[in-house]
């Protein structure tokens, strides 16, 4: 709540003066009546009158009060009453206030609630840690009765002090990402506000009976000035309005629609609530009910366009550059959008789009009229040429943003078997010693050997290395020759493509300025080709690599924690759109040497007893059990597990690997597992009380298992995964699970 600040108190009268001036001024009202009678045989007698409900003489009270009271008439009956009010005590009020009928409200009532002004401002209050404007006036109430005769009594009186604290007022839209600091807004802005009316207490409110606002030209004393001398800025104040005014017009306005607004300049708008009682709100604050702002000619809604394969981008005004795609003919795009304008107090009113608009101002070349429902389009496709879509969102003040998505086809083209994707970067300058890692020479040659049992693999023509491209992964064009992908990947970003290619950005974080690439990976499976990933997967390497650095903490749950960490899962789900999740299964992330996550859920992770000492083949899962001729066990190198070497099991066990739906985690943040994840291999780790032990460090998908790509030779298999580097581990192992892979995708060349 906003501090508020006040004027000064009229004077209360002294008790004594009271008592001394009481008798003077009851007898001038005594003679104030006007009636007459006629026809009696006796005088009247006057009634008399009693206040039985009233605040103590000289009191300071609440500013609505219930007054009670009594009369009496010996000679007749009370026909009724009549009460006057008027501002001030017995001496320092205007008798005229209460000479003639006309200044007395006749009533039958003995007892009645009267709200009085307090209007002038006194001092500031603390209450906890905030003022409140404290107004107060000082009235007196009279009352008196009247006889079946025309008789009136001597009028009863009570002075007292009126007070209440002043409402406040808060603008509330648009919102301010900055509070208390200036603000950028489009050239027409819609300002909202809510007030609140303490009464007597913060807590103890009421809705403000009125409002008026200004808007002036910022200068760098301005907010002093007002604060300091309000009445000099009393020509700037729009009219008071009611605060519950038809059409909103007591909690809103639209400023530009009908003010001249230079691009250049800023701008105060402040907002003044006033109460029943005719307190003011004083205080003005770039916090509460001061906003400043700037005029950003080319601000409008913020659109959010998003494909399921492409990704999600943010659009604002209308020159935007088109995001451009190269995709294989028949790609079918399922466009959405959304759009935003309450940054600044705005609506978005209708959207359009269409396809291949040469001159976004004739409305016939749109697909369809303006509409606030038209928020995606049909699924289409194309099998050539060049294609651009243009979306448009308008906002209440006729304001626009266009979004436009350029779409390159290219013929499909899978008649080669396998492509090999050689990410896992090394070198051939140091000489192999123990076996930690190893060089370029030693990597390519495991590979290409298990590459040839592959039928019409040529090292010559179906390698693609990353490290000879500047780390980049290869072109749209080039996988799309290929029937079939492997990719094997290191655990640094600085020298991997694999990580440009699967990162990914939650929708909570994609701004106007957000560069998103195509994970053309997710869209290949869809369309039936097959990838085998595995690699060094500790550190940022493995699907992981689905995350920014800094989100990378193990476990971590992709649904629920794409932004970080949490208890439950509310908040940012985008994570179910990740290729890790949607196309690979995985629900929970973890490592066998992970960066922990703070959480007292965690149970003892110690590398010593998490290390892998060898995998067993999963005995369950009927993917797994469908190939029987899987080895039963996945063992490491002999050479790599040789005494003195560095992975000698005396020493330590193997490290450079990435679990996969970790039981422990699985039941502590109560995930359940994906049904197109299907493990292949389990681990054993150095202690069996591990909390990893058992768990999957290969896996089948076969979430698009049952797609045929559209090409001759192809066929329906599900995709592998390895969150190890195969190189570590025993040959003949490993040749017999090319092979069983290579017979499911139907290039065995044995």
């Known amino acids: 709540m906003p501090a508020l600040r006040a004027l000064a108190a009229a004077p209360r009268p002294l008790a004594a003066r009271l008592a001394m001036c009481a008798a003077i001024l009851l007898a001038a009202l005594t003679g104030c009546d006007e009636g007459v009678y006629t026809g009696a045989l006796k005088p009247n007698v006057p009634p008399t009158i009693k206040l039985t409900s009233s605040p103590p003489e000289g009191d300071t009270t609440a500013y609505a009060i219930r007054f009670s009271w009594v009369g009496n008439d010996r000679d007749g009956a009370i026909s009724h009453y009549e009460f006057a009010m008027c501002a001030g005590n017995p001496v320092g009020f205007d008798p005229a206030d ?21 209007d002038e401002e006194d001092v500031d209050v603390k209450y906890g840690t905030t003022y409140y404007t404290r107004y107060r006036k000082t009235h007196t109430f009279f009352v008196r009765s009247v006889d079946d005769r025309g008789g009136r009594s001597e009028a009863a009186y009570r002075s007292f002090t009126a007070q209440t604290l002043a409402p406040y007022t808060i603008i509330n839209v648009p919102k301010n990402p900055f509070p208390g600091q200036s603000q950028i807004v489009p050239p027409v802005v819609r300002f909202q506000w809510y007030c609140e009316d303490p009464i007597d207490v913060p807590w103890n409110t009421q809705e403000a009976d009125s409002i008026r606002y200004m808007i002036v030209q910022y200068h760098r004393t301005i907010l002093d000035d007002i604060n300091a001398n309000p009445a000099s800025y009393e020509q700037y104040w729009k009219p008071w309005i009611a605060y519950h005014a038809p059409g909103d017009s007591g909690t809103s306005t639209v400023v530009g629609d009908d003010e001249v607004l230079g691009a250049m300049n800023s701008y105060v708008f402040a907002v003044q609530a006033k109460d029943e009682a005719g307190a003011i709100t004083t205080i003005f604050d770039p916090k509460t009910n001061v906003r400043v702002f700037a005029i950003l000619q080319n601000a409008g809604p913020i659109l959010r366009v998003k494909e399921p394969y492409l990704g999600r981008w943010q659009y604002l005004g209308i020159n935007n550059r088109p995001e451009v795609f190269r995709l294989p003919a028949g790609f079918v795009l399922h466009f959405s959008w959304t759009a935003d304008a ?26 369809v009229d303006p509409s606030p429902f038209t928020t995606s389009a049909p699924p289409i496709s194309f099998l050539s040429g060049v294609h651009t879509l243009f979306i448009e969102a308008v906002d209440n003040n006729g304001i626009a943003t266009i979004a436009q998505m350029e779409i390159n086809t290219f013929v499909l083209n899978m008649t080669r078997n396998l492509l090999w994707i050689d990410d896992f970067y090394s070198n051939d300058l140091f000489q192999q010693t123990n076996y930690a890692f190893p060089t370029e020479t030693e990597h390519d040659t495991f590979w290409l050997a298990i590459l040839e049992r592959a039928a019409g693999f040529s090292p010559s023509l179906d390698v693609f290395d990353t490290a000879a491209r500047n780390h980049q992964p290869p072109d749209i064009e080039l996988l799309w020759r290929y029937k079939n992908v492997i990719w094997s990947y290191s655990s640094l970003d600085e020298v991997n493509a694999w990580d440009d290619m699967v990162r990914f950005t939650p929708e909570s974080a994609i701004t106007s300025t957000s560069i998103l690439r195509f994970n053309f990976l997710s869209y290949y499976l869809e369309s039936g080709g097959h990838i085998w990933t595995e690699g060094k997967s500790d550190k940022n390497g493995g699907l992981i690599a689905v995350l920014y650095p800094l989100r990378q903490v193990e476990p971590i749950n992709l649904r629920c924690e794409i932004t970080g960490p949490r208890v439950g899962c509310d908040g940012d789900t985008s994570g179910v759109n990740t290729i890790a999740y949607k196309d690979y299964c995985v629900s929970v992330l973890d490592k066998i040497v992970p960066t922990t996550r703070n959480d007292p859920r965690m149970p003892t992770r110690r590398s010593d007893w998490d290390a892998m000492t060898y995998g067993y ?33 005396q020493v330590r066990g193997f490290t450079y690997g990435e679990v996969y739906n970790p039981a422990y985690w699985m039941s502590i943040s109560g995930v359940r597992l994906q049904k197109c994840f299907h493990p292949m291999y389990r681990m054993r780790s150095r202690y069996t009380l591990s909390a990893i032990d058992n768990a999957t460090v290969a896996f089948w998908t076969t979430k698009h298992a049952d797609v045929t790509a559209p090409v001759p030779g192809a066929v329906a298999a599900p995709s592998v995964h390895f969150g190890l580097p195969l190189w570590y581990f025993n040959r003949a192992q490993v040749d017999s699970i090319a092979d069983v892979v290579f017979s499911a995708w139907g290039i065995s060349a044995r």
Do not use: C, Q
């Open 617 to 649: 083949r999963d005995r369950s899962d009927p993917v797994t059990l469908s190939h029987p001729a899987l080895p039963e066990r996945l063992d490491l190198w002999s050479k790599v597990t040789a005494p003195g070497m560095f992975f000698d099991p």
């Open 342 to 367: 309450s940054n600044y107090g705005g609506e978005v009113t209708s959207y359009r789009y269409g396809w291949d608009i040469t001159d976004i101002n004739d409305p016939d070349e749109w697909a």
């Open 98 to 118: 209460t000479t003639g009928l006309d200044k007395w409200t006749k009533t039958r009532a003995m007892d009645s609630v009267f709200k009085f002004v307090a």
